[in-house]
T-cell receptor, first 115, second 111 residues
Framework: SAVISQKPSRDICQRGTSLTIQCQVDSQVTMMFWYRQQPGQSLTLIAT?????????ESGFVIDKFPISRPNLTFSTLTVSNMSPEDSSIYLCSVGSGGQTDTQYFGPGTRLTVL | QKEVEQDPGPLSVPEGAIVSLNCTYS??????FMWYRQYSRKGPELLMY????GNKEDGRFTAQVDKSSKYISLFIRDSQPSDSATYLC???????????FGKGTLLTVNP
């Protein structure tokens, strides 16, 4: 499976600011995803990061709030914009395994606290 | 009704016990079933994957799928303290690559 790293691993931010989270994969992958994991909740897909085109957002998530970049097949960023305490969560990137299996492999996550 | 329901736990067992973790689902389109293990402050780690009804065994772990009942289980034999983690079931189906997760069950194995 691919080795996935995320930066930063954690951050504490002030309300109204923005944070960009980086996801780096050690091999080229077609599918990259961004998830949010809130306490007591299921992992929730924010968007699919598409290489060379705009990300595909899930219901309830918008580009203005969560802009995503995917400049190449090994890297993606997620920005959490104009943060509020409700954005405090763990943000995870994942990559698809390819083929027909639909499995995904996850990075270590970024723990965000908004004050 | 949520698409995936997972027994919430938490679950606390003595070392050596057999653990049963369960999820039910409502979407008949789900064809692929996964179990992830997530240690505290880590990302989810793929533990088991299966796409057919029946059992799949990997060491001390057995994944069971019953598509007719829309029910999946993960059994852990001879549980160890190192198995203490949150276990997440996940499902996907058809041409849709998206995974739908349960909320997770926190398992503690006591030495």
């Amino acid at each position: 499976s691919a080795v996935i790293s995320q930066k930063p691993s954690r951050d504490i931010c002030q309300r109204g600011t923005s944070l960009t989270i980086q996801c780096q994969v050690d091999s080229q992958v077609t599918m990259m995803f961004w998830y949010r994991q809130q306490p007591g909740q299921s992992l929730t897909l924010i968007a699919t990061a598409n290489q060379g085109s705009e990300a595909t957002y899930e219901s309830g998530f918008v580009i203005d709030k969560f802009p995503i970049s995917r400049p190449n097949l090994t890297f993606s960023t997620l920005t959490v914009s104009n943060m509020s305490p409700e954005d405090s969560s763990i943000y995870l990137c994942s990559v698809g395994s390819g083929g027909q299996t639909d499995t995904q492999y996850f990075g270590p996550g970024t723990r965000l606290t908004v004050l | 009704q949520k698409e995936v329901e997972q027994d919430p736990g938490p679950l606390s067992v003595p070392e050596g016990a057999i653990v049963s973790l369960n999820c039910t689902y409502s979407n008949s389109a789900f064809q692929y079933f996964m179990w992830y293990r997530q240690y505290s402050r880590k990302g989810p780690e793929l533990l088991m994957y299966t796409y057919s009804s029946g059992n799949k065994e990997d060491g001390r772990f057995t994944a069971q799928v019953d598509k007719s009942s829309k029910y999946i289980s993960l059994f852990i034999r001879d549980s160890q303290p190192s198995d203490s983690a949150t276990y997440l079931c996940a499902m996907a189906g058809g041409s849709n690559y998206k995974l739908t997760f349960g909320k997770g069950t926190l398992l503690t194995v006591n030495p």
